[in-house]
């Protein structure tokens, strides 16, 4: 491979050097002093991030194993929980719910758009339900939840724990679990944390911690008490994941310098400069509320999204990621976590503005183009 490749995706993400040579050290015992040290320096580290007094937990999962734990460590079969579905991960979690036998209500919200907060007070007022589910960031169409609200609106039933997936926002948004009053939080490593795959974090509150002494779901290698309790003596309950908590450790460091501030400042920017520049090459942003962790770009009916991805990914070897399901073909996604520099973006807009031209020539012009690519340029201070 000799051109750079570029990955614009919401995760995996681009890794900066110090965390590759992070990764690139020698192996060590994970029931080692040294070891040890780390694993309860990240997991301190950790808590500043969610902003919790509880312990945060790294699983040797994606972070979809995180997904599961937070239901086989809360909640008892034929439990009665509503789903908040705005697209494939919300579809994700009322899969991972009925999988065990949930009594699973859901709340479908069109793609796009923040959850009516109406719709889920009546349903929140009107059942039993043992826990709401939610994600921050629904990635699959960059739609940011209004998560503070909700879990106002889920506090009123004092039973109801708030269960929320913040995988693509965690460490790029800010999200105080505990002053936000979140019960269960997910994160995981390929998104702002940007280290690789195979790492999630997840936290319970003390009501979720209560209701893991009586949760009848089956788990073992997601036993999470079984994990705290390992932790506490600064261990993990199996082999702990080492290069990748080194990794994370490293990223962690940085941050605690600068209070993961950077990340949020980068993500704010990109995507208010991402939004300017597509606007102006005549497409438009997809979301209603859109999240700045990501930016999906509708198309319109007559541009293929299909054809622009590959083009895109073998002419320009720039990855970025395309609409699933009912968007399959009309939208693009372009992530904005982990480390892209000002001018991969600008790359990354010019080269899909070139296949536009190319393909679509009454659509857009090369002048257009070049006026869209110097405000880009000026909004990012370049
Ligand atoms: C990436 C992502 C996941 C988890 O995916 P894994 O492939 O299991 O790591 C879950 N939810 C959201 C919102 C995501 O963006």
């Known amino acids: 491979m000799n051109l750079k490749h570029l990955l614009m995706t919401p995760g995996p993400v681009p890794l900066p050097d110090f965390v590759l040579n992070a990764l690139s050290e020698p192996m060590i015992h994970h029931r080692t002093p040294e070891f040890s040290n780390l ?17 945060v937990m790294c699983v040797s999962s994606t972070g979809t194993g995180a997904m599961e734990a937070a239901i086989l460590n809360t909640l008892s ?13 919300g579809e994700r979690w009322s899969k991972i719910c009925e999988t065990f036998g949930l009594n699973t209500q859901v709340i479908n919200v069109t793609w796009g758009e923040p959850v009516d907060l109406k719709s889920l007070e009546s349903l929140v007022n009107n059942n039993k339900f ?35 997936d913040a995988i693509s926002a965690m460490g790029a948004i800010d999200i105080p679990m505990d002053e936000w009053n979140l019960d269960v939080v997910v994160a995981g490593s390929q998104k702002a944390f940007m280290i690789p795959t195979g790492l999630s974090m997840i936290a319970l509150s003390e009501k979720a911690w209560g209701r893991y002494e009586i949760s009848k779901l089956p788990k073992f290698y997601f036993d999470l008490k079984a994990e705290k309790l390992a932790n506490e003596k600064k261990q993990t309950a199996f082999s702990s994941s080492v290069s990748l908590i080194r990794a994370l450790n490293a990223v962690l460091e940085k941050w605690s310098l600068k209070d993961f501030k950077e990340q949020i400042v980068q993500c704010t920017l990109y995507s208010s400069a991402t939004q300017s520049a ?5 497409l438009s942003v997809f ?7 990501l930016t999906a770009i509708l198309l319109p009916e007559s541009i293929d999204g299909q054809k622009l991805r590959s083009h895109l990914e073998e002419k ?15 939208i693009i996604r372009i992530g904005h976590l982990g480390y892209i520099t000002k001018e991969d973006l600008v790359v990354t807009i010019n080269n899909l503005g070139l296949p536009l031209i190319e393909l679509y020539p009454d659509f857009l012009n090369q002048s257009q183009l070049d006026q869209c690519v110097s405000e880009l340029k000026k909004n990012l201070d370049l």
């Not at 694993?39 to 312990?55: E, G, R």
């Not at 079969?77 to 991960?89: C, M, Q, W």
């Not at 979301?287 to 962790?293: E, F, G, H, K, L």
């Open 39 to 55: 694993l309860s320096n990240t997991l301190n580290h950790l808590k500043l991030v969610f902003k919790t007094k509880q312990p």
């Open 287 to 293: 979301s209603q509320s859109p999240s700045t962790t």
């Open 278 to 282: 597509i606007l102006q090459l005549g």
């Open 130 to 164: 043992k826990a709401v589910f939610s994600q921050v960031c629904e990635t699959s169409t960059g739609t940011l939840q209004p998560i503070q609200e909700m879990s106002k609106i889920i506090k009123t039933n004092p039973e109801c724990l708030f269960i929320v």
């Open 316 to 330: 320009h070897k720039i990855t970025v990621m395309g609409g699933q399901d009912q968007l399959k073909g009309k």
């Open 77 to 89: 079969p034929g439990d009665s929980v509503l789903v908040v579905v705005s697209g494939k991960f």
